[in-house]
């Protein structure tokens, strides 16, 4: 044990204050998928998923134009307690044959991702750069589009 692997269950606990459950100011929820495909190769016959939410809620923030998003903070593991934080096989996992990694957010910027960069640089968090998938608009709750624009070139 080291004083950061203390302070994480306090981190923990201090971000889930913005959640769903008190005051409901983190709309967004991060799923990590891992879709894999039964043949010997992504996209090829029958596939099966496996979402892992990330948990508390991590703060999203758009970035040109909603096209991609910064996901952050996501707690470091920890085995402290109950435990709780992802390590980076979880959060950005190596591409294997058969499978393929997404994020799916639900919520105001609802929609299908790919990572386009990941660090855990800092000591406390890891932080993800998301890429909506071309072409999947998913529901974008929460954001009226304005009057005489369109969501074409997403």
Do not use: W
């Not at 409901?24 to 495909?37: E, H, I, K, M, S």
């Amino acid at each position: 044990m080291s004083f950061r692997t203390d302070l994480l269950p306090c981190l923990d606990a201090i971000q889930d204050i913005p959640g769903p459950g008190c005051l409901d100011l983190r709309l967004n929820a991060v799923f990590v998928v891992v879709r894999t495909y039964e043949k010997g190769q992504t996209h090829l016959g029958t596939f099966t998923d496996c979402e892992t939410e990330i948990t508390p809620r991590p703060m999203v923030r758009e970035r040109n134009r909603g096209r991609e998003l910064i996901v952050k903070p996501v707690h470091q593991k920890y085995t402290t307690g109950a435990g709780g934080g992802f390590d980076a096989d979880t959060l950005n996992p190596d591409d294997v044959d058969r499978t393929e990694i997404t994020y799916r957010i639900e919520g105001p910027n609802a929609g299908e991702y790919v990572a386009v960069d990941y660090s855990a640089a800092r000591p406390f968090r890891q932080t993800l750069i998301l890429k909506r998938i071309q072409g999947f608009q998913g529901t974008r709750l929460n954001h009226p589009q304005p009057q005489g624009t369109s969501n074409s070139g997403f």
